[in-house]
């Protein structure tokens, strides 16, 4: 008696290789997944949050703000070269916070330390 080899699964492909309904996702979903297998989803925050900095504060802040990093636990370290900037902005800290969660429409950033 011959045995015979297993096939495919037929219950996620059909007989041409396609993927049948219930086997697809959304796509917002696999790449969801997928920066949550690779943990890649701080290293994404961060770049948002730079470009936010730039888009929330304008040139002339992003040409005195010498390193922006963002730090696991979701402070956002900033390093300015003017004094007088630091200051405003040691004071502002909460309103920077706000204004950077509000343009990301997330809550990304908890925290700023000025260096």
Do not use: C
Not at 35 to 42: A, D, F, I, P, T
Not at 58 to 78: E, F, M, P, Q, Y
């Amino acid at each position: 008696m011959k045995q015979r080899t297993p096939k495919r699964s037929q219950k996620r492909r059909n007989f041409y290789g396609k993927a049948n309904r219930e086997s697809t996702m959304p796509l917002a979903s696999v790449i969801d997944k997928f920066l949550q297998v690779y943990r890649m989803n701080s290293k994404l925050d961060q770049v948002e949050v730079v470009l936010a900095w730039k888009e929330v504060f304008g040139d002339v802040i992003n040409k005195k703000t010498r390193h922006l990093k963002l730090s696991g636990d979701g402070v956002l370290i900033a390093t300015l070269n003017s004094g007088p900037l630091k200051e405003e902005f040691s004071l502002n800290k909460e309103k920077v916070v706000q204004m950077i969660n509000d343009h990301l429409k997330r809550e990304v950033v908890k925290g700023v330390r000025i260096r």
